[in-house]
């Protein structure tokens, strides 16, 4: 299943399996069973026809959202073998200590934003009615050092735009492992139909702004004094790239 499909679901039984799966990331089948009062026979009857569909996939008796995932790539440069793939559910708690990482810099607020946010959920990719999230990961040794995210709205109005973040841990920098990783997240928007990609940096993050520039993004806008950063008010730069 595509992040970008329309959900349909024919049975309301299916519709509350997934909504539960989807909310909770991974979950084992007796909890769904237990919390949506079902019975074992019908369960697992609506959990064959959602894997069936492509919904949902079981690994021995867990659940978890069936996420078409696209390939990893394998990377060398400098002495450096990385791995750029789609995030996993067992990619949360390393995800969310390299985006504190980058955000504890104090010059990507977007960042700490999202790092909150699956912090609070405890769910990394998401596909719902009101929105969904894509990520990849960038990896070495399996060990998560930089992401790119997409957030992508269901609004119909909304729906041809995404905001992306993309980061990478200091100690990595340099390499051009962060323009892998921004090109793997921009070109995969950009096969699914999305025409616009924003993203909002803090004006003192000239390194951002400069990152983002060489890779054809432009500043659409400043909101002056949005930010409040170690009691300094900051301009917030409102960046885009066009992938028409």
């Known amino acids: 299943m595509e992040l970008t499909e329309s ?3 024919n049975h309301k039984d299916r519709r509350d399996i997934y909504n539960y ?19 074992p026979t019908a369960l697992g009857h609506h959990v064959a026809v959602l894997r069936r569909d492509g919904y949902v996939r079981k690994e021995g008796d867990t659940l978890e959202i069936a996420y078409q995932e696209a390939d990893a790539e394998q990377h060398e440069v400098d002495d450096i073998d990385f791995t750029i793939r789609t995030a996993s559910q067992k990619d949360l708690s390393g995800l969310i200590g390299v985006i504190r990482t980058v955000a504890k810099e104090g010059s990507y607020i977007e960042a700490e934003t999202v790092a909150a946010m699956i912090n609070h959920e405890e769910v990394v990719l998401r596909h719902n009615e009101v929105r969904s999230r894509m990520f990849f990961v960038a990896t070495v040794n399996d060990d998560v050092i930089g992401w790119v995210h997409l957030d992508l709205p269901e609004a119909e109005k909304l729906s041809h735009t995404a905001v992306l973040t993309v980061g990478l841990i200091p100690e990595y920098r340099g390499h051009g492992i962060g323009s892998t990783l921004l090109d793997r997240g921009v070109e995969w928007a950009r096969k699914r139909g999305f025409e616009k990609l924003y ?12 990152f983002l520039e060489a890779h054809g993004w432009a500043t659409e806008a400043v909101r002056r004094d949005h930010y409040l950063i170690e009691g300094e008010y900051v301009d917030e730069v409102m960046m885009a790239v066009d992938l028409r």
């Open 199 to 210: 993203n909002s940096v803090p004006a003192t993050n000239e390194n951002a702004i400069e």
């Open 21 to 39: 799966v989807e909310r909770h990331g991974t979950v084992r089948e007796d909890e769904v069973r237990r919390a949506l009062n079902l019975d």
């Open 7 to 9: 959900l349909t679901f």
